[in-house]
């Protein structure tokens, strides 16, 4: 499925097993650590059983962003279901391809298709850690909204409601 955002071409496509190598190298870059809640690196060992779980579970929707151009992957998205009515998205992004408002569109393709997918889903988290207003700015631009009723400490939750 194709993405444009600021006259850049991309796709966004389920990932796949040959993927894992790319989401751990990315997962695992400081400032994307710097960024997460764990704050820690992912060894390969862990990462492999849980990308294998992950791909073979109806509970989780894993994402890759493709330059069109070059076709290389940029980035990934991820929805993992929050009990019964809701999930938990996660984006990153490659440090060239960040400002550039493929953010946006990633995390709203990835929300559509947490939608779609779950009709059960009646809202879509994001935990941003404080400060980290890129992100912040990314979520509000498609929609997502500042709330409460999911506390995190050290962090901003917004929110996506179903339409």
């Known amino acids: 499925m194709a993405m444009n955002s600021e ?12 993927d ?3 989401i751990l190298a990315l997962r695992n870059q400081p400032e994307i650590v710097a960024l997460g809640s764990s704050k820690k690196t992912v060894t390969l060992d862990e990462h492999e059983v849980w990308f294998k779980d992950a791909l073979e579970s109806d509970q989780h929707l894993i994402f ?4 069109v151009k070059a076709g ?3 980035g990934y998205s991820r ?3 929050s009990g019964e009515v809701g999930a938990v998205i996660t984006i990153a992004l490659s440090e060239l391809w960040r400002g550039r408002s493929i953010g946006s569109a990633m995390i709203e393709r990835t929300a559509q298709a947490g939608f779609d997918r779950w009709s059960s889903v009646d809202y879509i988290l994001a935990y941003i ?9 990314s979520f509000k631009k498609i929609g997502f909204k ?3 009723e999911f506390p995190m400490q050290g962090h901003q939750v917004l929110v996506l409601r179903r339409q």
Not at 129 to 137: A, E, K, P, Y
């Open 7 to 18: 006259n850049i071409s991309c796709d966004i496509r389920n990932a796949t097993y040959q």
């Open 20 to 22: 894992a190598e790319f």
């Open 64 to 67: 890759i962003v493709t330059s």
């Open 72 to 74: 290389d992957p940029i």
């Open 79 to 81: 929805l993992v279901r």
């Open 129 to 137: 850690l404080d400060g980290n207003m890129r992100s912040v700015n």
């Open 146 to 148: 500042s709330t409460t």
